[in-house]
């Protein structure tokens, strides 16, 4: 067979025409002609000038930024307003793009309505991608498949500033604990703490050490260029799906245990380790047997065969957080035991398994005592400006429709035969 002006061997010389098909199928496969991208998973699918990342260097960077300096020098929203709009904001466009997103703020009182429907039970990941969907009943202009410029920013400013108030609503609802309105005058990270944390009894205040993590947890998980959540985005986005709807259904894509679930992961892990008695050198031994190894939760990165920047970062503002609440939490004496371990045992250190960014982020939530459902719902957060600069960029690309490519591996025809 002749494809692109080279010759391939056929293999197939007998057999019915739909069985040649599936050979020749996967001879274009081999042949690199056509490569099987399973389930639309392979991250050359896309083309994107959002976020650079090289897992073999370790390096991250939104936009050409690198993101040790954005982590530092930058606020959340400023992150925000450079990946959604692709360059970093002057100080009268962070002015206007924070004001905007302060003043929306506020989520519709109807809305409760739908909220008070979910027993406390509820998953707070599935009240947050309902609730965000629901946002196209309030806004009904954003499910036009043709929007003005004026209107595609203000459904991203309403999205951006109404996702923390509707978080801090799940975490209210799971502690039957009245709900906080938005206040205005703190900045973004302070409002969400104080919705969080505020109790009619009890007037939370703002730590700045917590605030000045918490900006940064959401800005190192700002976006990571093409993964689950972020191709379920472009994807849901490609049929012209509106805004709230592609990010609802990105919510629920990173809602699973093997996406944004692995730092509750990491509790868990650090919670059955402190049930068996708290001997962290036991399991890191059980994790270098090789017949049957114990799986350290947080340990080494898919992507990442270096370090992961991320966690470089989060881990000295974990040691800060640590020191600055002074909490005593056994848990947290185990995970430092197992950082330790994996930083100086030679079998962690050959095999490159440092603790990653979701090792460490759980462990700041931890300390600040947020539940580990919650855990997730912070990593949509701080995702948000990411999804949204994918659903733009997509939009504005003109892409087509997602279509994953499908290679047929199932029966060949068959006659109906009646039972
Ligand atoms: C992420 O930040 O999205 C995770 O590390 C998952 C990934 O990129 O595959």
Redesign the pocket.
């Known amino acids: 067979i002749i494809l692109d002006g080279k010759t391939y061997s056929f293999p197939v010389t007998e057999g019915t025409e739909h069985e040649k098909a599936i050979d020749i199928a996967k001879l274009r496969d081999q042949s690199g002609y056509v490569t099987l991208d399973s389930g639309y998973k392979n991250t050359g699918a896309t083309k994107s000038a959002i976020t650079f990342?090289d897992g073999e260097e370790g390096i991250l960077r939104y936009r050409g930024y690198p993101i040790e300096q954005l982590a530092e020098k930058s606020s959340f929203l400023e992150v925000a307003y450079l990946l959604i709009y692709g360059a970093l904001p002057t100080q009268s466009e962070l002015d206007n793009f924070s004001h905007h997103i302060t003043m929306h703020s506020l989520v519709h009182e109807d809305m409760r309505k739908i909220f008070d429907g979910f027993p406390s039970s509820t998953h707070p990941m599935a009240i947050l991608s309902s609730l965000v969907c629901a946002l196209t009943g309030f806004y009904p202009k954003s499910i036009d498949p043709v929007q003005s410029k004026e209107e595609i920013d203000l459904n991203i400013y309403r999205l951006m500033a109404k996702i923390s108030t509707i978080a801090a609503w799940t975490y209210k609802n799971q502690m039957g604990h009245p709900l906080n309105y938005p206040r205005n005058d703190l900045d973004y990270c302070s409002n969400f703490l104080y919705m969080m944390f505020s109790f009619p009894t009890e007037q939370y205040k703002v730590n700045p050490v917590v605030a000045r993590a918490l900006n940064k947890l959401l800005i190192l998980?700002a976006?990571?260029?093409?993964?689950?959540?972020?191709s379920t985005v472009r994807l849901v986005g490609s049929s012209n799906a509106s805004l709230y709807g592609s990010v609802s259904a990105g919510i629920n894509a990173?809602w699973g245990p093997l996406?944004?679930g692995?730092n509750q992961e990491v509790i868990e892990m650090l919670e059955s380790i402190q049930r068996d008695g708290g001997d962290t050198q036991k399991f890191v031994d059980k994790a270098k047997d090789k017949n049957d190894p114990f799986r350290l939760m947080g340990f080494g990165?898919?992507?990442y065969k270096n370090f992961?920047p991320?966690a470089k970062i989060i881990k000295v503002t974990a040691d800060e957080v640590l020191k600055e609440l002074g909490v005593n939490d056994p848990l947290l004496t185990i995970a430092q035991e197992l950082e330790q371990a994996a930083l100086t045992d030679p079998y962690f250190v050959e095999r490159k398994l440092y603790p990653?960014?979701?090792f460490y982020s759980g462990i700041i939530y931890k300390a600040l005592g947020i539940p580990t459902q919650m855990f997730t719902v912070l990593?949509a957060m701080g995702?948000l400006p990411g999804w949204i600069a994918q659903w733009k960029e997509m939009r504005e690309n003109k892409e087509p429709i997602g279509r994953p490519r499908q290679i047929y591996t199932g029966a060949t025809e068959r006659d109906y035969v009646e039972i």
């Open positions: 990342l998980h976006d990571h260029e093409q993964n689950c959540s972020t990173l996406h944004g692995a990165h898919r992507v992961d991320r990653n960014v979701d990593f995702r």
